[in-house]
């Protein structure tokens, strides 16, 4: 294997494993880090390929057509596995997050607009919590668990009612229903 193919491969393994993080969980660390290592990966992918095809040995073809063909598919592979991730992790935080939600109804929280103030214990499940109870007594807690740039959000959303209100989808553009009561919403 020539240089410029592993260091393709390498390249190649950077970039999808940060991609798989980003589509996870979105965040703004992740996010950064695609954008130099896209672009490595594209002139590397490019060089290998220019190299490969120019210096006619039939089993650097082989190679470089797997390394032409692997990024279309790998970039498929982990973007088709973004929702069922998130849909993992999701399962994995919701015993914590359903604490919350029961601590906040019993009284042993306070609900804030701005944030909830989380014991040690729960601080790893999101980065903020806001949570307000209605009028008519509909609990509802954001779980800000991701984000990105310029200004993008990702949150898990506790609704007693299990509805989205006209006024939260238009905060919350883009999202689906996880399971009763909860949704996993983006803007």
């Not at 032409?68 to 596995?81: D, E, G, I, T």
Request: glycine share 4%.
């Amino acid at each position: 294997m020539t240089r410029s193919l592993t260091l393709t491969l390498i390249g190649e393994a950077a970039f999808f494993s940060a991609l798989l993080s980003f589509l996870a969980r979105p965040n703004t660390t992740a996010q950064i880090l695609l954008l130099p290592l896209g672009l490595l990966v594209f002139v590397l992918w490019l060089i290998t390929l220019a190299k490969v095809f120019t210096e006619r040995i039939l089993q650097r073809r082989v190679c470089a057509i797997a390394v032409f063909l692997s990024v279309p598919l790998l970039f498929a592979v982990v973007v088709a596995s973004g929702r069922p991730l998130r849909n993992f992790l999701f399962q994995m935080d919701l015993p914590k997050m359903q604490a919350v939600v029961n601590q906040l109804k019993a009284g042993s929280l306070q609900p804030s607009r701005r944030s909830v103030a989380l014991p040690a214990q729960y601080r790893s499940i999101a980065y903020q919590v806001r949570a307000v109870k209605s009028p008519v007594g509909v609990w509802t807690v954001e779980f800000w668990v991701g984000g990105g740039f310029p200004a993008k959000h990702f949150i898990y959303l506790y609704k007693s009612d299990d509805t989205v209100t006209a006024k939260e989808r238009q905060n919350w553009p883009s999202g689906y229903h996880l399971t009763p009561c909860w949704f996993e919403c983006s803007d």
